[in-house]
C-alpha cells in the first residue's frame, strides 16, 4: 500500500445530492473518477441524465435518480435505489442547497422555510435513511458554507441559519454514530464558487468580498471535490 492507495474509492458506493449542477456535478465526477459507483440525486432529471452519461463516458459507473431532499419519502427512495442498483452504501455527499437573498424586513415564513427544508431537514432526512443503510466504514459528508460561520454582506437569514444548523447536526449525528456505528460525520465550509446559485447575487458582490480570501480568488470545484474525495476514502 502506498498513502495514494488510501484516497482510492474501488468498490465503494456514493449518492451525491445536488447532483444536477454546479459543485454536485464536480464532486459525482470526482468520486467516480476515484472510483465509486455514483448515484446522482436531484430534482430535474434531464440534467441528471447528462451527468451520468458524462460519468459512463469516462468510465465511471452512475445512475441517477429524481429525488427532492425536503421529502423524507424520496430521501428514503433515492437511498433505496442505490443500495438496490449497487449492493451496498459506503458514502453520502450532502450537497442539495439553495441560496436565495431576500431582507428580513420581506421575507415570508415559507421563503425561509423552504431554505431550512432543503439546506438542513434534507441534509437530515437523507443521513437518516443513508445510515440505516451503511455499515462501519461509511461516511457522511454535508456541505455547509463559510455562511454558517461569518457574513458576507447579503441578507440571507435563511441560509446562513440553515448552514449554522447543518454544523450542530454534523456534530450530533458524528458522536451518535461515528463510535457507535463506525460512520464518520464532518462537514465542509466552501467559500465563493461561481454556480448556478452565486449567479443570482447582486453584480459587484464577488468583488466586495475579495479581499476577505485568504487566496485572492474564488474556488475552483475540483478543489472542493477533492475535499470531499479525503473525507471519503480511507486516507480520512
Ligand atoms: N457556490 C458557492 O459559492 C457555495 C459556497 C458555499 C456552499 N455552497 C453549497 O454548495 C452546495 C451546492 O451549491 P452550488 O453552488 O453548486 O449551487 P447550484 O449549482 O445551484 O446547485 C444546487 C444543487 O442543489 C439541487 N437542489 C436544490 N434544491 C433541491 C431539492 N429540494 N432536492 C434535491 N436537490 C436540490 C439542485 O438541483 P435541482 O434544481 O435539479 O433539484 C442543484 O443540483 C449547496 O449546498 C450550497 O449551499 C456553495
Known amino acids: 500500500m502506498t498513502i495514494l492507495d488510501y484516497f482510492k474509492l474501488d468498490g465503494k458506493v456514493a449518492i451525491v445530492t445536488g447532483a444536477s449542477s454546479g459543485l454536485g456535478v464536480a464532486v459525482g465526477h470526482a468520486l467516480a473518477d476515484a472510483g465509486a459507483a455514483v448515484a446522482l440525486g436531484a430534482r430535474r432529471s434531464d440534467r441528471l441524465a447528462v451527468v451520468r452519461s458524462d460519468i459512463e463516458r469516462s468510465g465511471g459507473r452512475a445512475i441517477a435518480i429524481t429525488a427532492d431532499v425536503s421529502?423524507?419519502?424520496?430521501?428514503?427512495?433515492?437511498?433505496?435505489?442505490?443500495?438496490?442498483?449497487?449492493?451496498?452504501?459506503?458514502?453520502?455527499?450532502?450537497?442539495?442547497?439553495?441560496?436565495?437573498?431576500?431582507?428580513a424586513i420581506r421575507e415570508t415564513p415559507d421563503q425561509f422555510r423552504q431554505v431550512v427544508d432543503v439546506n438542513l431537514c434534507g441534509c437530515y432526512?437523507?443521513?437518516?435513511?443513508a445510515a440505516r443503510a451503511m455499515t462501519s466504514g461509511g461516511s457522511i459528508i454535508n456541505v455547509s458554507s463559510v455562511l454558517g460561520l461569518t457574513t458576507a454582506g447579503l441578507p440571507q437569514a435563511a441560509y446562513s441559519s440553515s448552514k449554522a444548523g447543518l454544523f450542530g447536526l454534523t456534530r450530533d449525528l458524528a458522536q451518535?454514530?461515528?463510535?457507535?456505528?463506525?460512520?464518520?460525520?464532518?462537514?465542509?465550509?466552501?467559500?465563493?464558487?461561481a454556480t448556478e446559485m452565486t449567479a443570482q447575487y447582486r453584480e459587484g458582490y464577488l468583488a466586495s468580498i475579495e479581499p476577505r480570501m485568504l487566496v485572492g480568488r474564488q474556488g475552483?470545484?475540483?478543489?472542493?471535490?477533492?475535499?470531499?474525495?479525503?473525507?471519503?476514502?480511507?486516507?480520512?
Open 176 to 193: 451518535q454514530w461515528t463510535g457507535r456505528k463506525g460512520i464518520r460525520v464532518n462537514a465542509l465550509a466552501p467559500g465563493f464558487f
Open 220 to 236: 475552483e470545484p475540483h478543489e472542493l471535490a477533492a475535499a470531499v474525495v479525503f473525507l471519503a476514502s480511507d486516507a480520512k
Open 71 to 103: 421529502d423524507p419519502d424520496d430521501c428514503s427512495r433515492l437511498v433505496a435505489e442505490a443500495v438496490e442498483t449497487f449492493g451496498h452504501l459506503d458514502i453520502l455527499v450532502n450537497n442539495a442547497g439553495i441560496g436565495t437573498a431576500v431582507p
Open 125 to 129: 432526512w437523507m443521513a437518516q435513511a
